[in-house]
């Protein structure tokens, strides 16, 4: 069953006639890891604020098991590029918040022995549950963001770059603990996950769609085959992998060249 369907979707801001998406169609099914790449301004975040509930289409629509997406729902969680977590928070604090929206009726400390089960799940100490985003590195705090967006156990993540501020051995590292938790058995929740790194969207995605420009449709779209899925050791040396790559890559290239003149 296709549990996430767009139909000719198209957006303009309020107030404004000019389209930023125009013609997308997409039909996903539970459990996909869906890649979105694109040019920066092509409208990535757009449509995962269209995903979210945040904004609404201009015509066309999003559904999401038969039923049009109207408004933001706990069961879509959002992981931003700068964490989002409120400074003035502890890390254990901003998870709670999360989970006391969710479960509003659950006591605090089942809440709380959910936290930090989720701050173990993503790789960090339990001390962390008491520091402040401040006194934590920026994996640390990416990693208390998706922490804090798996806590709530969402169906569908929405992940808009979230690993594009990160060292690369750090991006490594989350990228390995994001697909780990993807693939967790009783977990396999849908990922929408913008990013403009080719390598990234090739190790993670089961679905890789590329966006163009002003305004934004799909011009590439792929289901990656299992024998296409690359590990991180063969991610440089796998024949059909290379193969995808450079799919990618000229697909992307013509759409920037055509927008050079
Ligand atoms: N709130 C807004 N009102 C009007 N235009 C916006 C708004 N947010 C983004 N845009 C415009 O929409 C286009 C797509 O932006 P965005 O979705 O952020 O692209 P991307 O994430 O691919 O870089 C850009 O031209 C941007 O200027
Ligand atoms: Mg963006």
């Known amino acids: 069953m296709n549990d996430i369907v767009v139909e000719d979707l198209s957006f303009a801001y309020e107030g404004t ?18 890649c979105l790449l694109g040019q920066s301004g092509c409208g990535k ?21 038969g039923q049009e997406i109207t408004g933001a729902d706990l069961d879509r969680s959002v992981v931003f590029q700068d964490y989002g977590l409120f400074p003035w928070m502890t890390a254990g604090d901003n998870i709670l918040l ?11 400390s089942e809440l709380q022995k959910i936290a930090l089960d989720v701050l173990q799940d993503v790789g960090l100490k339990p001390d962390v549950y008491k520091k402040y985003p401040k006194e934590l590195s920026g994996g640390m705090q990416q990693r208390c963001a998706i922490a804090r967006s798996f806590s709530i156990d969402p169906s569908v993540m929405l992940m808009d770059e979230p690993f594009g501020a990160l060292d690369a051995v750090t991006r490594a590292k989350l990228q390995d603990m994001l697909l780990n938790l993807w693939s967790h058995e009783d977990q396999h929740k849908t990922v929408f996950f913008v990013t403009h790194d080719v390598e990234e969207a090739l190790l993670l995605a089961t679905r890789i769609f590329v966006f163009g420009q002003s305004p934004s449709k799909i011009i590439f779209e792929h289901s990656v085959k299992p024998e296409e899925r690359p590990t991180r050791a063969n991610l440089y040396t796998s024949e059909p992998v290379a193969k995808l790559r450079e799919a990618l890559i000229a697909n992307i290239n013509q759409d920037v060249m055509s927008h050079i003149e």
Do not use: H
């Open 45 to 65: 975040s757009t449509f995962l604020r269209l995903l979210a509930g945040l904004e609404k289409a201009t015509t066309g629509s999003i559904k999401m098991d």
């Open 98 to 108: 999360a989970l006391r929206q969710r479960y509003p009726k659950r006591k605090k």
């Open 17 to 34: 006639d000019r389209l930023i998406l125009n013609g997308i169609n997409m039909k996903i099914n539970r459990g996909d890891f869906v």
